[in-house]
T-cell receptor, first 113, second 119 residues
Framework: ELKVEQNPLFLSMQEGKNYTIYCNYSTTSDRLYWYRQDPGKSLESLFVLLSNGAVKQEGRLMASLDTKARLSTLHITAAVHDLSATYFCAVADYGGSQGNLIFGKGTKLSVKP | GAVVSQHPSWVICKSGTSVKIECRSL??????MFWYRQFPKQSLMLMAT?????????EQGVEKDKFLINHASLTLSTLTVTSAHPEDSSFYIC???????????????FGPGTRLLVL
């Protein structure tokens, strides 16, 4: 059974600081996603990581994937208040229902001025 | 990019009634759609996989007779919560799979969600 663990679950940080969110998963998968969710809203796709060593960057967010370690990271650089949201990683479970996604519990990020 | 819509956005109903939620892929055809449920401050949990032209596949612990799924066309899947109770109050999110011509290339697009409150 595929399990996805995110760490930390809550994160409060000052503007301008850097931090990394970690996503570990338990079995082999070739597809990892990062999503952002604002309160009361659905999911906004941030990154799709498809191969070992993949690194993608968009603005102040950078995601990487190490399939051997079964670890993905989401790095926040010089955080700003607009980044406050809940961030989910999700891993494609091909042993399940036609490739459904297994989500981590989410990391609630609060960036304070 | 691809768009998935849900209707309604909000629904409040009395206990014991049934509620239908629609999920539409607006600019692409989707043979596969997923229905997720998200309780407050929790992650998304897959409820079922909706397959066009065939029966839905339900995850363990999800009652198929309570959560009726109909994928009647390549752009529409519906979730009906039958005899809803307060514990069914949740945020229901659907997603649709867009498969491109490239082998194994697929992207999952999420709808905006439907918030259900059962009184």
């Amino acid at each position: 059974e595929l399990k996805v663990e995110q760490n930390p679950l809550f994160l409060s940080m000052q503007e301008g600081k850097n931090y990394t969110i970690y996503c570990n998963y338990s079995t082999t998968s070739d597809r990892l996603y990062w999503y952002r969710q604002d309160p009361g809203k659905s999911l906004e796709s941030l990154f799709v990581l498809l191969s070992n060593g993949a690194v993608k960057q968009e603005g102040r967010l950078m995601a990487s994937l190490d399939t051997k370690a079964r670890l993905s990271t989401l790095h926040i650089t010089a955080a700003v208040h607009d980044l406050s949201a809940t961030y989910f990683c999700a891993v494609a479970d091909y042993g399940g229902s036609q490739g459904n996604l297994i989500f981590g519990k989410g990391t609630k990020l609060s960036v304070k001025p | 990019g691809a768009v998935v819509s849900q209707h309604p956005s909000w629904v409040i109903c009395k206990s014991g009634t049934s509620v239908k939620i629609e999920c539409r892929s607006l600019d692409f055809q989707a043979t596969t759609m997923f229905w997720y449920r998200q309780f407050p401050k929790q992650s998304l949990m897959l409820m079922a996989t909706s397959n066009e032209g065939s029966k839905a596949t339900y995850e363990q612990g999800v009652e198929k007779d309570k959560f009726l799924i109909n994928h009647a066309s390549l752009t529409l899947s519906t979730l009906t919560v039958t005899s809803a109770h307060p514990e069914d109050s949740s945020f229901y999110i659907c997603s649709a799979i867009l498969r491109s011509g490239l082998a194994g290339s697929e992207t999952q697009y999420f709808g905006p969600g439907t918030r259900l409150l059962v009184l």
